[in-house]
Nanobody, 115 residues
Framework: QVQLVGSGGGLVQAGGSLRLSCAASGRLFGLNVMGWYRQAPGKQRELVATITSGGSKNYADSVKGRFTISRDNAKNTVYLQMNSLKPEDTAVYYC?????????WGQGTRVTVSS
């Protein structure tokens, strides 16, 4: 089993910044990609960003230039630095880790951006 514990959400004004973190523990053999998804009210869950153990990054077009994903492989922790936040970034953000045929999700952390 794999556990993902996220933190760092909250309420921020438009233009502000937040940093999310997610620590993975448990059976992590084969861990490579770590990422973040988000789900806004009434919308489907969507990819925000991913990062491989080698540092290759992928971003949704809507967050490019504003969000930065990073990770600490020694701590099995992934971070999401969110700058220049917009009201449309309001969502529950989920840490995501695929290992082999399994997919693991964090509990979700709420981000609210006020205008």
């Amino acid at each position: 089993q794999v556990q993902l514990v996220g933190s760092g959400g909250g309420l921020v004004q438009a233009g502000g910044s937040l940093r999310l973190s997610c620590a993975a523990s448990g059976r992590l053999f084969g861990l490579n990609v770590m990422g973040w998804y988000r789900q806004a009210p009434g919308k489907q869950r969507e990819l925000v960003a991913t990062i491989t153990s080698g540092g290759s990054k992928n971003y949704a077009d809507s967050v490019k230039g504003r969000f930065t994903i990073s990770r600490d492989n020694a701590k099995n922790t992934v971070y999401l630095q969110m700058n220049s936040l917009k009201p449309e970034d309001t969502a529950v953000y989920y840490c995501h880790v695929p290992i082999g045929i399994y997919t693991y999700w964090g509990q979700g952390t709420r981000v609210t951006v006020s205008s």
